[in-house]
Antibody, heavy 121, light 107 residues
Framework: EVQLVESGGGLVQPGGSLRLSCAAS????????MNWVRQAPGKGLEWVSY????????YYADSVKGRFTISRDNAKHSLYLQMNSLGAEDTAVYFC??????????????WGQGTMVTVSS | EVVMTQSPATLSVSPGERATFSCRAS??????LAWYQQRPGQAPRLLIY???TRGTGIPARFSGSGSVTEFTLTISSLQSDDFALYYC?????????FGRGTKVEIK
């Protein structure tokens, strides 16, 4: 069974940092392109970041560029999102999601259950 | 970026009835359009990609159509599990963008 399990969410003060993790199982992680997608409370979905299987190609949404860093450890079947300089606008459920091909522009065929990040003083 | 506009925002349908809703792209996205279902408190689930190809394990009552800028998702006979939010997403232009969703509720 394919599983993507996010962790690391929580309450953080404005300006603070948080590191999210996504543990993958049941899929060939080291050949999978991975993404972070977020959903603010009561809102729609927003793509955040993409990383290729080798980590050679990385993209960010303009809203997080310069503040967030995506990374992966293929040996540990894990995806990460380091989030710095957090603001209230970053409050959301963060999902890790797989793209079915290695092309950077794709849909998302597998999703984790998400981890909630709340930025508040 | 490409703006995806979904309509209606809410659709009230009785179980067993047909539901049809739309997604319009602000630019030509070819056939690079996906649909997702999201039940409350759950992750999105891929229903349709390439505008009309059902994802793995998706029942045949879900069908997608359209191209360029106009797309439609049809659920032929609504089951209780189908009352949920539905999002479209384009992946033709960078960055990938989603619509704001259509909520299908019980009439």
């Amino acid at each position: 069974e394919v599983q993507l399990v996010e962790s690391g969410g929580g309450l953080v003060q404005p300006g603070g940092s948080l590191r999210l993790s996504c543990a993958a199982s049941g899929l060939t992680f080291n050949t999978s392109s991975m993404n972070w997608v977020r959903q603010a409370p009561g809102k729609g979905l927003e793509w955040v970041s993409y990383i290729s299987p080798s980590s050679r190609t990385i993209y960010y949404a303009d809203s997080v560029k310069g503040r967030f860093t995506i990374s992966r450890d293929n040996a540990k079947h894990s995806l990460y999102l380091q989030m710095n300089s957090l603001g209230a606008e970053d409050t959301a459920v963060y999902f890790c999601a797989r793209s079915p091909t290695t092309y950077y522009l794709d849909f998302f065929d597998m999703w984790g259950q998400g981890t909630m990040v709340t930025v508040s003083s | 970026e490409v703006v995806m506009t979904q309509s209606p925002a809410t659709l009230s349908v009785s179980p067993g009835e047909r539901a049809t809703f739309s997604c319009r792209a602000s630019q030509n996205v070819g056939g690079s359009l996906a649909w997702y279902q999201q039940r409350p408190g759950q992750a999105p689930r891929l229903l349709i990609y390439l505008a009309s190809t059902r994802g793995t394990g998706i029942p045949a009552r879900f069908s997608g159509s359209g191209s360029v800028t106009e797309f439609t998702l049809t659920i032929s006979s609504l089951q209780s599990d189908d009352f949920a939010l539905y999002y479209c997403q384009q992946y033709h232009h960078w960055p990938p963008t989603f619509g704001r969703g259509t909520k299908v509720e019980i009439k």
